[in-house]
């Protein structure tokens, strides 16, 4: 069995401050550079600790004296290294599965008496998810139902709503709007579709948001009662999201699409929708009934 190495990302900043000053400044000072907003406790947080010590943590504190451990040390070496694990799920909750964190690692080097090279490394980018099932039903109503936004809460994990921005047939540059709980809140994402060829091939791309995914969707009819449905979700990421992504995104949406998969397929067999394929042919992106046309169309959304 051959094993490959998980390829390593770096980044670098250098700031005017002798070495030991930026190491403490970097531990210290930890809550004077993390987001504010990025809290995991029902209450505003009042400081954010660094634990100076292997088997300590980092954790937000809030005002009402909750608390969060959202990171463990795994190496502490003033004023040179520091090394801490990444907790958090995509959903904002704590990670408990050591298989979905990740670690990362912080040097410090003196490129002189004032000035100091800070170098962070993190595990590489994953490649997209892609899963792949086949299911028993007819190509036009496993592209129905899998993109239909408002369906996306029966076999999406963390989704709760989703609907189109504005009402009639999907086509390129219609958005969607779909709501996650992610931690202790429900969040708006929204979405556009970039391509649709119905009932074969839909994508979308969110457009708002630190973390926004790419979906793809390919419906192969096998027989006339039967499809093959392929799905595959990448991610980018802007601001803080250009850490979650590789450190915690990809992961757990290769943990989470193939039960989303899974579901989705039983849905479908089960007959969720209530209606015929016929039905479902002559139905607009919101579930509405419209005028028969012949390609089944269905609204964007992210996944």
């Not at 943590?57 to 090394?83: Q, T």
């Not at 509405?288 to 169309?297: C, D, F, G, L």
């Amino acid at each position: 069995m051959t094993r490959t190495e998980v390829p390593v990302v770096r980044k670098q900043v250098v700031v005017n401050a002798p070495l030991e000053q930026a190491f403490t400044a970097f531990t210290e000072r930890f809550g004077d550079f993390k987001p504010p907003e990025h809290n995991l406790l029902a209450a505003a947080i009042a400081e954010t600790v660094f634990e100076a010590h292997v088997g300590g943590h980092i954790y937000d504190r809030a005002v009402d004296g909750s608390e969060c451990r959202w990171a463990r040390i795994l190496a502490y070496e003033p004023p040179a290294r520091v090394v801490f694990s990444w907790d958090i799920s995509p959903q904002w909750q704590v990670e408990t599965d050591p298989e979905l964190t990740s670690e990362v690692e912080v040097r410090f080097v003196a490129e002189g008496p004032d000035r100091t090279r800070v170098d962070c490394s993190r595990a590489a980018d994953m490649a997209p998810t892609i899963a792949s099932t086949v299911v028993d039903r007819p190509a036009a109503e496993v592209f129905a139902y899998t993109t239909d936004p408002t369906r996306f809460h029966e076999w999406q994990q963390g989704v709760i709503d989703g609907h189109l921005e504005q009402p009639g047939p999907a086509r390129v540059g219609t958005k969607c709007l779909t709501t996650r709980r992610i931690g202790r809140a429900n969040r708006a994402v929204t979405s556009e579709l970039t391509h649709i060829d119905a009932p074969r091939t839909w994508g979308v791309q969110g457009i708002d948001g630190p973390i926004r995914a790419t979906v793809d969707v390919t419906v192969e009819p096998l027989t006339e009662t039967s499809s093959r449905l392929t799905i595959a979700v990448d991610f980018g990421g802007h601001g803080i999201g250009k850490l979650l992504v590789p450190l915690i995104v990809r992961r757990q949406s290769q943990k989470e699409m193939p039960a989303n998969v899974k579901a989705l397929k039983r849905r479908v067999e089960a007959g969720p929708t209530g209606v015929s394929t016929d039905q479902l042919a002559t139905r607009d992106p919101g579930g509405r009934p419209a005028e028969r046309t012949s390609a089944v169309r269905r609204p964007a959304a992210g996944h």
